[in-house]
């Protein structure tokens, strides 16, 4: 037996590939939100696509520089990531506020989060597509992941390698077993 989930709730139903921090640089100061609604589109060239919605401030500062960097919080960042997510930078200083260390990045000038353990650097992509949704296309010109985390796939397995997923609402888990099947 299937039951109906209201329409409201369909999102959640896809919705939980891991949430990162993305940050961007405008007008002298990095920024930081947080973004649930991101996933990849492509591998070569690689390219990503993430919602930012239009009454953030971050809509303004990866609008108006082009550039911005997907940071990837793991578990034990969970309360910042929320933080994030529920300030917004157009007043405050979510990096001094919230204790996370803007790092330079390869290609572009948004900075990397030190306290995170991936990072992609990445390119706006302009399309007309993308203006009813306010959907972000974008190129990844650099990728990063801390030493130890990441080999091929990441070690979610191992403590500090843990990626945070939005179930929804106030709703998190958290990769536990992994599973290897050869194909
Ligand atoms: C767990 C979580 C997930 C979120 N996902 C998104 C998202 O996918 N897209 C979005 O535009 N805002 C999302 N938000 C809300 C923004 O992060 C929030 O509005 C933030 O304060 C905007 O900051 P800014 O004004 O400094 O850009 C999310 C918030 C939380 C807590």
Known sequence: M?????????SRLLNHGPTILVTSFYKGRPNVQTVAW???????????????GSDNYSYECVTKTGEFVINIPSLELL?????????SGRKVDKFKKFKLTPIPAKNVKAPL???????????????KLTRDYDLFLADVVYA??????????????????????HLGGE?????????IREW
């Open 2 to 10: 299937k039951v109906k989930v209201p329409l409201s709730k369909a």
């Open 38 to 52: 991101n996933m990849p589109l492509d591998y070569d060239p690689p390219r990503v696509a993430l919602v930012i």
């Open 79 to 87: 309360e910042k990531t929320v933080q994030c997510g529920t300030v």
């Open 113 to 127: 989060i030190e306290e995170c353990i991936g990072h992609l650097e990445c390119r706006l992509i302009k399309s």
């Open 144 to 165: 990063w992941a801390e030493e130890g985390t990441f080999t091929d796939r990441w070690l979610v397995e191992k403590k500090g390698a843990k990626t945070i997923h």
């Open 171 to 179: 709703y998190f888990t958290f990769p536990d077993k992994l599973k």
